[in-house]
């Protein structure tokens, strides 16, 4: 009896181990022939890739997705598919997914460090102008006539009462509106959302990049942008918001005399004013507001070495930090006349020195003095060149006062022609709005007709690798009529 129980556990056992061998071999199959598979689809995507057949790639790297969602190279190597034909945002949801999906550490850094070199790619072109390029797509105010006031001028703005339109322009010339608001000019990215002034609340909105999830966000001025973090003003002062949208305030000051004159290696070198615009204190802090240093004060003492007391008010024009120098153009009025200085101090707040001194007399285009300028190193010396700031474009006319021309001074001193007026005359006559990037110059000509009246507007971009000027708005005006 106990022979045949021992015979039957023994055959139970054998039993029980041949089925865990059937499943193992079954498992191994199963598993080589998935892996198999998921490399083989892999190899298929590769040879669409090579024949730019993107379409077949995409579905060819989803099919390995769904036969082994834990791998992470299908998920790398489809972003960077999504990437080539500017479908930036599938690029991330891929990754996105990837990153939920795939097991161990080492795997998730892999997508997370492909996710970083996505995003460190995509800078905005021209943020804060009138038209910005983030993405692969643009965005810009599609104005009309009714967005203008002062029309028989020139110098016409975008009227401040108007609904305009914030359109959003694909990489396949589709036009889609994505907000209408009391909104113009600047257009600003960060972090993935758009942020646009509303004129009627005095207050910025932010809104997803296909304008939707809009919030109120208590900004009154955005001054600046910087890699990972947003400045600009409210009630309380000078603030920043971080990437997780954390408002800190920075600085305790009234914004309207305060202003942001100068960003130069992680730090804000700023100016405030005090109650009757008579004296200014410059000053710097690193972005998070921490390690303030006081540079100089500018008062009466600095602009007249008879200390008058008839200065009427001091205003800091231009500012430009170069190594450990601050180079400062300040004007001050003193009965009904301006004059203006340059100085320069240490960073330290140390070797005050004044520079060039300026005054009406030696200007003939009028009383209002507001000196711009350039510091660049020339050999050992520091030279200055005026009219613009660094890195801004400017106008100058011809030699036969002609057309105006548009020009950018360099960090050497070099003085660079963007757009000759032959280039948009065209196109209308002047320009205006300029704003630059190191590939484009973005400009507004206005359109006269034979009376001489502003009967439009073409709002233009230049490729300045190209040298190709296209018209992306014109916005034609109401002409008076005079009997």
Known sequence: MKTKNNKMIATAIA??????????????VFNKTGT???????????????????KKAEAAYLKAIDIDPKQPTAYIELADVYVTINEQDKAEDILEKGYKNVDGKENKKIIKDKQEAITGDLSVTNNGGDYVTYRGKSYYWKYTKNSFYDSETLYAMPYTDAVNELVCVDN????????KGHGNNGIRIFNNKIYVLDTEANSYIAMDMDGTNRKSVNLNTIVDIGDDKLLGFNKKGLVTINKNNEVKTI?????????????????????????????????????????KKHI????????????????????????????????????????????????KVNTDGSGYTELTRFNTDDYEWGSRLIIQFIAYKEGNNVSFKYGAKLNEPFTEYDEDEKFENVYIYTEDGSKKELLSGNEYSS??????????????????V???????????FNYCKKDLNTNKITIYQKIDLDVPVYE
């Open 15 to 28: 039993i029980i181990l041949l089925v865990i061998a059937i499943i193992i071999s079954l498992v191994f």
């Open 36 to 54: 198999k598979s998921y490399d083989s689809n892999l190899e298929e995507a590769q040879k669409y890739v090579s024949k730019l057949d993107y």
């Open 172 to 179: 396949k010339g589709k036009e889609k509106t994505i907000y």
């Open 251 to 291: 600085l305790s000051v009234d914004s309207s005399k305060c202003q942001v004159d100068c960003i130069k290696d992680n730090r804000i070198y700023y100016s405030v004013s005090d109650d009757d615009s008579k004296k200014i204190s410059v000053e710097s802090m690193d972005f998070n507001g921490k390690n």
């Open 296 to 343: 100089t004060t500018i008062d009466k003492s600095k602009c007249e070495d008879s200390g008058s007391t008839s200065i009427s008010r001091i205003s800091l024009n231009c500012m430009q930090v170069m190594e450990k120098q601050v180079y400062i153009c300040f004007t001050w009025v003193k009965s009904g006349n301006e004059d203006c200085k340059l100085i």
């Open 427 to 444: 196109y209308g006559r002047g320009v205006l709005s300029l704003s630059y990037t190191t590939d484009e110059l973005y400009f507004v």
């Open 446 to 456: 206005p359109v006269l007709n034979a009376d001489g009246y502003l009967t439009a």
